[in-house]
T-cell receptor, first 113, second 110 residues
Framework: SQTIHQWPATLVQPVGSPLSLECTVE??????LYWYRQAAGRGLQLLFY??????ISSEVPQNLSASRPQDRQFILSSKKLLLSDSGFYLC????????????FGNGTRLTVT | GEDVEQSLFLSVREGDSSVINCTYT??????LYWYKQEPGAGLQLLTY?????DMKQDQRLTVLLNKKDKHLSLRIADTQTGDSAIYFC??????????FGKGTMLLVSP
């Protein structure tokens, strides 16, 4: 069966520090991969998605970037964190087309101080 | 444009039925989904309905779809305290991925 791992679960970082969040999927090949941010207002904001290695689409211009160095690995990065980057970051995967259901990881709670 | 609307809160007593409502705007949606998010966790896929169906039942969950009014509902029978969570409605529009509502917080009191 497919599983998704996301780490770390919680992170406290000072303003201006770098960020690296990692997500890996097991049990499937060539998944679509996604990064979402969930702010305190609860809504989900799609940040990046990838349909294949090296293919990244950015939905919102901001202080973050994403990379997909391997088929089942998706990394969210920042060179210098801002206070506004605080939030709950969720990785998700799907297979098939854009109508397919998403399967989410357990999320990373990022607090920028 | 794409927009999914949900009421923000719902409070019920244990044992009652809960009905969470959702409206969407894209008439070309193929699938509509319900997700559950418990505190501090990711979203869990609960159920989904294909757009050519009116109803789907899965144990205590019943999904009703009114395609004419673009209205989707999730009914939870015999609601338990463990059902307390945020419930998200989502539609597939053929764009990059699903479009989510802002979520309905369900609070179940004993």
């Amino acid at each position: 069966s497919q599983t998704i791992h996301q780490w770390p679960a919680t992170l406290v970082q000072p303003v201006g520090s770098p960020l690296s969040l990692e997500c890996t999927v097991e049990g499937t090949s060539n998944p679509n991969l996604y990064w979402y941010r969930q702010a305190a207002g609860r809504g989900l904001q799609l940040l990046f998605y990838s349909v294949g290695i090296g293919q990244i689409s950015s939905e919102v211009p901001q202080n973050l970037s994403a990379s997909r160095p391997q088929d089942r690995q998706f990394i969210l990065s920042s060179k210098k964190l801002l206070l506004s980057d605080s939030g709950f970051y969720l990785c998700a995967w799907s297979v098939g087309d854009s109508n397919s259901p998403l399967h989410f990881g357990n999320g990373t709670r990022l607090t920028v101080t | 444009g794409e927009d999914v609307e949900q009421s923000l809160f719902l409070s019920v007593r244990e044992g009652d039925s809960s009905v969470i409502n959702c409206t969407y705007t894209d008439s070309s949606s193929t699938y509509l989904y319900w997700y559950k998010q418990e505190p501090g966790a990711g979203l869990q896929l609960l159920t989904y309905i294909f757009s050519n169906m009116d109803m789907k039942q899965d144990q205590r969950l019943t999904v009703l779809l009114n395609k004419k009014d673009k209205h989707l509902s999730l009914r939870i029978a015999d609601t338990q305290t463990g059902d307390s969570a945020i419930y998200f409605c989502a539609e597939s529009t053929g764009y990059s991925t699903l479009t989510f509502g802002k979520g309905t917080m369900l609070l179940v009191s004993p």
